[in-house]
């Protein structure tokens, strides 16, 4: 199967430049939103929330890799075992109810940043996610989502939970 690239051809990949250390401005990602990295892959806070969602994450790979089709199937458990990670962290940092995963692919699937990204969502009872839209936050907001989550993860991996 060919695979074609939707990203123009001057884009910028905003999460190439997370893996890189920079910041993206003050509505944009910190390094300070990053809450895990290991095994090629990064987890941060994002920084666009759905209303009664707050503090969802993005699971990364450290490579390039504009969607599912492009990348080797050597991510595909470290990816899968980050994501994992980033939700059982969640459960125990933000106390919710479930859990949401999503992984969109070319525009038609309604990808939009040009770089495979899985978002983990914390889930509560009646939240109406899908029929609310999300809204950028500061990085001060973020912080204290971070927080709970680096040592949420720092708890599940000390205690072997995850690998």
Known sequence: MTVVSHAPADYVCPFCAIVQGSDLGPLGTTQDD????????VVFV?????????GHVLVIPEAHY????????SLG???????RLAAI????AYGCDGITTRQ???PAGNQDVW???????????DDQIFRTSGRPTTADERVPYAAKMRAAIDAVLAEGVVA
Do not use: F, Q
């Not at 504009?66 to 199937?73: A, F, K, T, V």
């Open 66 to 73: 504009e969607n599912l089709y492009d990348i080797p199937s």
């Open 77 to 83: 458990t470290p990816m899968l075992e980050a994501t």
């Open 115 to 125: 770089h495979l990204h899985t978002h983990v969502y914390p889930r509560y009872d």
């Open 34 to 41: 990053i809450v895990y990295r290991g095994d090629g892959v």
């Open 104 to 106: 969109s692919n070319e």
């Open 89 to 92: 962290a969640m459960k125990i």
């Open 46 to 54: 994002a920084s666009t929330w759905w209303p009664n969602n707050p």
